[in-house]
């Protein structure tokens, strides 16, 4: 089955870059999705990468996409305490309709 | 849009007890989930709807837990009887369609099993 693992946690300071990673099992994904989830609040979607695609930029957001390593990645640039929440990389694969296979989710701390 | 709406937003139960839980999701969209989320196993897809039918509810964890959508506006998750591993956040989410499907999370209800 498909498979999507991050690490748990990353502390950075505010004002240094942030980057998440992620990699997942599944080669026929389709949309690599990065979510956000902050405190008693459900995932909201930040960004996204269609499959056939490098590299997205999205104003402090960018991310990588090495589909022949299946290494997915978010950096976050100049990264601000309201940037603290956890992140769900996210894939949907040819086959699997609308279901969505969520990593683990990395845990993101800002401290001053 | 009010978004993805959820009921109730905390529940503490006994061991035992039959729990509901409630969502309506976003007008006009046609894919509904139910997800569990707890420290231990993370974020859990247990079923999911398209246009009111369920198409994938091999993540319903046990025959206790149950899943509903009457129409296209409002679906309901049961557990009974319910038992303290239970405890967790669930979160309904609903799509409209499209190529980029995009998922929009309700609040959750935090679920407490005593």
């Known amino acids: 089955g498909e498979d999507v693992e991050q690490s748990l946690f990353l502390s950075v300071r505010e004002g240094d870059s942030s980057v998440i990673n992620c990699t997942y099992t599944?080669?026929?994904?389709?949309?690599l999705y990065w979510y956000k989830q902050e405190p008693g609040a459900g995932l909201q979607l930040l960004t996204y990468i269609f499959s056939n695609m490098d590299m997205k930029q999205d104003q402090r957001l960018t991310v990588l996409l090495n589909k022949k390593d299946k290494h997915l990645s978010l950096r976050i640039a100049d990264t601000q305490t309201g940037d603290s929440a956890i992140y769900f990389c996210a894939e949907t694969f040819t086959g699997g309709g609308n279901k969505l296979t969520f990593g683990t989710g990395t845990q993101l701390k800002v401290e001053l | 849009d009010a978004g993805v709406i959820q009921s109730p937003r905390h529940e503490v139960t006994e061991m035992g007890q039959e729990v509901t839980l409630r969502c309506k999701p976003i007008?006009?969209?046609?894919?509904l989930f139910w997800y569990r989320q707890t420290m231990m196993r993370g974020l859990e897809l247990l079923i999911y709807?398209?246009?009111?039918?369920?198409?994938?509810d091999s993540g319903m964890p046990e025959d206790r837990f149950s899943a509903k959508m009457p129409n296209a506006s409002f679906s309901t998750l049961k557990i009974q009887p319910s038992e303290p591993r239970d405890s967790a956040v669930y979160f309904c989410?609903?799509?409209?369609?499209?190529?980029?499907?995009?998922?929009?999370f309700g609040p959750g209800t935090r679920l407490t099993v005593t």
């Open positions: 989410a609903s799509l409209s369609g499209g190529a980029l499907r995009e998922q929009y």
């Open positions: 599944d080669s026929s994904s389709t949309y």
């Open positions: 007008s006009g969209h046609n894919s």
């Open positions: 709807f398209n246009n009111n039918v369920p198409i994938d």
